[in-house]
């Protein structure tokens, strides 16, 4: 018979995002690694497997999180420039925040990694799918609304430049200190909606 685990698997998954967040996946060693989560090498590797399977592990934690709430808001009744507008502003808040902030950078980890690893590429480009597809219904349902107003406005195109422009938030966040520069991005990229 088997030992029952003696740590919370979940926890573990976010110190797991919160540290290759920090370091990313090739600034993270093992060492580190199970110094910051607090488990034993075979803990590791019994649960998740090798360093990658938690990087991948993470990542998609930390991804199905953040889109589902990204959905979940752009599907809500109400204003759809007002539920984009939220979205951004959450961004930057999450990354005003040193403490969020840490998990966020995993994203700009895993960004690093797709050129080598076509398991993630696939994974990411599926939920970058998604995410437009969302951005893409919600402005279908601004455009009945009356919120967007120009006849020729390709509504695949902006969707895709929303999700995109949405995503470089922490490549920005991540280059500069200066808050303001994020808050200038998050208002150019939006003005497009009006």
């Not at 902006?158 to 208002?187: E, G, I, P």
Request: with cysteine; aromatic share 8%; net charge negative.
């Amino acid at each position: 018979m088997g030992r029952n685990k003696e740590f919370d698997t979940a926890l573990v998954l976010h110190r797991a995002i919160e540290v290759f967040g920090e370091y990313g996946y090739e600034g993270t060693s093992l060492q580190e690694l199970l110094s910051h989560l607090g488990i034993a090498r075979q803990s590791l590797y019994d649960t998740y497997g090798t360093k990658r399977d938690l990087f991948l592990s993470a990542v998609k934690t930390y991804l199905e999180g953040k889109n589902a709430a990204v959905i979940e808001r752009l599907e809500a009744p109400g204003s759809v420039k007002e539920a984009i507008r939220d979205i951004f502003q959450e961004g930057v808040n999450v990354l005003k925040d040193p403490e969020r902030a840490k998990a966020c950078y995993i994203i700009n980890s895993a960004i690093e990694q797709i050129p080598h690893d076509p398991e993630l590429a696939s994974y990411f480009e599926g939920q970058s799918k998604q995410l437009e597809d969302a951005f893409y219904q919600a402005l279908l349902r601004a455009k009945d609304q009356g919120e967007l107003t120009g006849e020729d406005t390709d509504i695949s195109a902006l969707a895709r430049y929303l999700n995109q422009s949405r995503l470089s938030l922490t490549f920005v966040a991540k280059v500069t200190a200066d808050m303001d520069r994020l808050q200038d991005h998050v208002d150019v990229s939006l003005s497009v909606l009006d």
